[in-house]
């Protein structure tokens, strides 16, 4: 089956049909999710740049850490958050590919929290849970970061 024949076929078009308002729906949502995210991208501070230079130094292959930040209240969080973040460096090293790279992350969270919701609650709870993750003002600004907890919604 060609992607003609996958397109045309009636029993598609009328799944198509019927799901027409969600579909339209989400496509807004996920617009607006755009828009938040990628708009003025960039926000840093100093524990950006030492996750932005940890991941780069296991992009270039310098270092593989074991352990993560060390938090305020004793110990290490883990360096999966490193190697998520070294991910976009491996192609371009570049302060706005992360930035971009981790935009993109949470945009796929805001798609898969749709999926889930929508398979055990239904499409008004999918699409309700996805537009408040989409215009939840913590979850824009910390998409905007370059930052270990900007992978939170992700993880």
């Known amino acids: 089956m060609n992607y003609k024949q996958f397109f045309l076929s009636k029993k598609n078009l009328d799944l198509v049909l019927k799901n027409l308002p ?16 990628v708009d003025g991208t960039f ?19 310098y270092r593989l850490p074991l352990a993560g930040i060390h938090i305020s209240f004793g110990g290490f969080i883990g360096p999966l958050s490193y190697y998520i973040g070294a991910i976009p460096l491996i192609f371009v090293k ?12 949470n945009l796929f969270a805001i798609i898969l929290s749709y999926v889930l919701v929508k398979r055990y609650f239904g499409s008004t709870a999918a699409l309700t849970s996805s537009f408040l993750i989409t215009v939840s003002s913590s979850a824009v600004f910390f998409s905007k970061r370059i930052h270990n907890t900007s992978l939170m919604p992700f993880l």
């Open 22 to 37: 969600q579909i339209i729906c989400l496509a807004f949502i996920l617009i607006l999710a755009i828009k938040l995210r």
């Open 43 to 61: 926000v840093s501070d100093n524990m950006g740049q030492h996750f932005y230079y940890e991941s780069l130094n296991i992009a270039e292959g």
């Open 94 to 105: 570049s302060v706005y590919a992360m930035s971009f790279f981790i935009a993109l992350l």
